[in-house]
């Protein structure tokens, strides 16, 4: 562009720069040729987004639509009825994945917890790199297969049957690395100068991790336990191999014990319309709660202050 | 007190008694732990090198950290000279990098090099205050100057109500935050901020107290009383500042030692002596240089 170019209409300098005919910024059809494509492909990756989570809603709605009806007392509190029956819930499956998950997280958070603190705090090298590795192709694992082994293992040999020990066991396996994970990235969110300030204090390594570093990322930490119990809270796979289910209330971790999974599982593939709508009614109180879990971890999280 | 003969092997006598010199009867233990009482107490380091990786750092520095007194370290960006206050209380072990020193930090006597000392009781007897100040964010005034204590003894309510006071007058904090003990930390200024790290430091009861540039995140009013603090604290304790604000320590530094990295990156001493002496006439002539402003 020509030096000394004025906006249009100003007058034209003594000394015959152009005239004010040569707009600074002239009409250009290639800037609305772009503006108009521009525009296209910004609807275009908005209706991608837009499929994407309407997916949800969808599922929501249809199991809201085909649960609700299902949804009484007697639902919440009573044994699934001898096979044909009409009515009877889904009472030992709540109570079976209560424990289930309660037990699973007993076994998996001091691990996943520990492993995790190993990693940030110690784990240098090629020891640490491989423990992380490993633990990125178990959370990959089909849990089926996680299922399998428990079932070789504890079911067949160590157990001898079908119990909700190895069904806490397999979903166990399935926590500790989402757990792992996620606490060593919180406390590597925790900034050095914290360890170093306690460390120059005098303070033992241990109680710099146990009184500094954990406490300042709590938060994360309860996030990423309540995830992994979201996520173990829905597994079904393990659990058909494992605790097997039951259609009586049990308590007993080396019985066979009723989850919620299973219980849906059985359910829907049985003949009967009736047990179908109750199969929709354990889907509802199932995502409810993997729901409730998922708020808790946000809200866990709301609060997120380091240190 | 230990017996003679333990005392003189030097084993078994370190860190849980450190006033007792390593080369010493029962009897002259003993003086010379009160000498120590009366005289403060006193850092001799010989030798001292650090490593980078297979990097040489800082090579072979002398100096004596004189007892009740300041004492700065000078010296151009990448001189060695932070690194090498972060090796006179074992801090390089817990910093990404460091990863060898050589050489010996006697603190009052004793190598804190030794095999048998446990680098955290070093640290429990030298201090450090840090560049940024680093108060706990998520607790309390009165938590964070207890914190140390906390986190490695349980000391009664009582003794913590007196030590915050104690320790806050000490760092000159105690007027500006006494009426709001509960408030957090993070809640201070920058200047305050650093106040109350130096009361974390002090409620630990150091013998020597490291700042590694302690007023250079702050602005010109807190750097003053920052430096007023100093020149009040070392009535009690040995100071060692790192700085890089020479007028800095021409103010509070009774001693002054210059570090100069060469070609080759690494840090040595080049000249150290009293202040004064140091400031008006430097015997070496990159002191001079450096002092003049001529480089760094």
Sequence with gaps: MAAGTVAPGASAPAGGSPGPTQLLFAPDARYTRRRAYSTFMRGLVSAAALLGVAVLWIILAYVIIRGLPALNLPFFTQRPLPYGQVGGGVGPALVGSLILMAVSAVIGVPVGVGAGIYLSEYGRGRFADAIRFSSDLIAGMPSIVIGVFIWAWLVRTVIGNFSGLAGAIALAVIMVPIILRTVEEVLRLVPHTLREAALALGVPQWRVILGIVLPAARAGIITGVVLSLARAGGETAPLLLTALGNQFFSFNLLQPMAALPVQIYNYAVAPYEDWHTKAWGGALVLISLIGALSVIARYATRGNRLG | ?296
């Design chain 2, 1 to 296: 007190m230990a017996d003679a003969a333990e005392a003189q092997s030097g084993v078994g006598t370190m860190f849980p008694g450190l006033a007792r010199p390593v080369t010493a009867t029962a009897e002259q233990a003993v003086a010379a732990a009160d000498a120590v009482a009366v005289t403060g107490h006193q850092m001799l380091v010989n030798k001292l090198s650090a490593w980078y990786g297979s990097h040489l750092a800082v090579a072979d520095v002398d100096i004596e950290i004189k007892p009740r007194s300041v004492t700065a370290l000078i010296g151009p960006s990448g001189c060695g000279k932070s690194t090498f206050i972060r090796c006179l209380n074992r801090m390089h072990e817990v910093t990404p990098g460091i990863n060898k020193v050589k050489g010996e930090v006697l603190l009052d006597g004793q190598d804190i090099y030794a095999s048998n000392v446990d680098p955290v009781q070093v640290r429990r007897y030298v201090g450090m205050v840090f560049q940024k100040p680093n108060p706990f964010p998520s607790m309390s005034i009165y938590d964070n100057v207890v914190a140390g204590l906390k986190l490695t003894r349980a000391p009664a309510r009582s003794v913590m109500d007196a030590t915050v006071e104690r320790c806050l007058q000490k760092a000159a904090l105690w007027d500006e935050v006494k009426d709001k003990l509960k408030a957090s930390g993070a809640s201070l200024s920058g200047g305050q901020q650093q106040r109350l790290c130096i009361a974390r430091a002090l409620a630990m009861e150091p013998r020597v107290l490291l700042m590694d540039e302690p007023a250079s995140a702050l602005d010109p009013i807190a750097t003053y009383k920052i430096e007023e603090l100093m020149v009040e604290l070392k009535r009690d304790y040995t100071i060692a500042v790192v700085t890089h604000n020479m007028q800095q320590a021409s103010r509070v530094a009774d001693f002054t030692a210059f570090f100069l990295a060469g070609e080759e990156r690494t840090g040595r001493l080049v000249e150290y002596g009293a202040t004064s002496d140091l400031f008006t006439s430097p015997k070496d002539e990159r002191t001079e240089a450096y002092i003049t402003g001529r480089f760094g």
